[in-house]
């Protein structure tokens, strides 16, 4: 190989360690300022229309942002009173799920800790189950407030720490989007401005492209969201199955994360239906809803209402999807449809990179 291509693989290959290593440490600045961009991007047309009534730019920022909290304060209303029920209750049905797969495991002696190993297993924890209410070795129980709640100390302290990082996250996000709404425009102009004079035209098509793209795809999404939510919901009830709105609800969420997020959705419901007993009433039922709702969505609902915008093939869909969740967790996977959609149509504009854009998309 010629020295010149060596130094150029080489720096390209410097160049993608460079960017992964900034996307990982960088995650906490970079994650919310991602989301708070895409949730403004979603939110222009809003600010938009609000303007052409003749609102001023404050005022209409002001009425984007609060259809944003409106529809999370609708969700969270509509969900809280079981989710809050739900989590009570979590101790218990995660016992009632233990004990289903110990039948389970009865009934298959082939599945390990199956047959003969749980009743030597159950008989070696008799002499355990035989302690008295309240005590653990022995030991006393009785003491504080703080030791007779179901979580110890540095459980309350991790659980109110993530609380409040949640909260603190969720507002920085909104400091994001009121920021990026106020600044679109200077933004647009500084993206322009360092464009050459004869790529300006192609410049402008791509910020355009790049922010239709993103307004369709998370747009559609959340109209998807929705109508699973009801699909899943009347399924659930019809099945039996206990929680079924807040089931329903995070099943439908999931979906967003292609492939995989129907699979934990599902794996999901199959298990709260296990642990309430349903028996396989409620499991065939709830097979059938998720069947039906995947076939609505795959050959119906998302060619109609997403359509064929982001335009990326399965393979580059589930490789990114794995990489932004192991860089940015969760959220990560949310975001890296539209985050590739974008940077598919950037590379389509740019001059040496169209073979990156033919390598992510379908056509």
């Not at 290959?13 to 992964?20: K, M, R, S, W």
């Not at 209402?305 to 969760?330: K, Q, R, S, Y």
Request: glycine share 12%; no cysteine; proline share 4%.
């Amino acid at each position: 190989m010629p020295a010149s291509k060596l130094v150029a693989v080489v720096l390209r290959l410097a160049l993608v360690i460079g960017i992964v290593t900034i996307l990982y440490f960088g995650k906490p600045v970079l994650l919310t300022l991602t989301v708070g961009g895409l949730l403004a991007v979603l939110l222009d047309p809003i600010d938009e229309k609000l303007r052409s009534w003749g609102w001023k730019p404050g005022f209409a920022i002001a009425g984007a942002v609060f259809v944003l909290l409106l529809v999370f304060a609708g969700l969270f209303f509509a969900v809280g009173k079981q989710a809050s029920r739900f989590a009570e209750n979590w101790p218990q049905i995660e016992q009632r799920l233990g004990e289903q797969m110990e039948k389970l495991k009865e009934k298959l002696p082939m599945v390990p800790g199956g047959g003969g190993e749980d009743q030597a297993k159950q008989q070696g924890n008799g002499q355990t189950a035989q302690l008295p209410v309240g005590s653990a070795g022995g030991s006393n129980t009785t003491g504080s407030v703080m030791d007779k709640l179901p979580v110890d100390r540095s459980q309350l302290t991790g659980i109110l720490s993530s609380t409040l990082s949640a909260l603190g996250d969720f507002l920085l996000i909104l400091v994001y989007v009121v920021l990026f709404l106020s600044q679109k425009e200077r933004l647009r102009e500084f993206v322009l401005r360092r464009a050459p004079d004869d790529k300006r035209g192609l410049t402008h098509q791509t910020i355009n492209e790049s922010a239709d793209v993103a307004q369709k795809y998370l747009k559609g999404r959340l109209i998807l969201i929705f109508i699973l939510s009801v699909l899943y919901t009347g399924g659930f009830l019809i099945s039996g199955l206990d929680y079924a709105l807040v089931v329903a609800v995070l099943a439908a969420v999931l979906s967003i994360i292609p492939y995989l997020g129907n699979i934990i959705g599902g794996g999901l419901a199959l298990a709260i239906a296990l642990a309430g007993g349903g028996g396989t009433t409620a499991m065939v039922g709830v097979l059938v809803t998720m069947a039906i709702a995947q076939l609505l969505e795959s050959y119906i609902l998302t060619p109609l209402i997403v359509g064929d915008e982001v335009d990326i093939n399965p393979l580059t869909t589930i490789v990114a999807v794995i990489a932004f969740t192991v860089l940015w967790g969760a959220v990560g996977a949310i975001v890296a449809i539209p985050v590739v959609a974008i940077l598919r149509i950037v590379f389509s504009h740019v001059e040496g990179t169209e073979d990156y854009a033919y390598l992510l998309g379908q056509d």
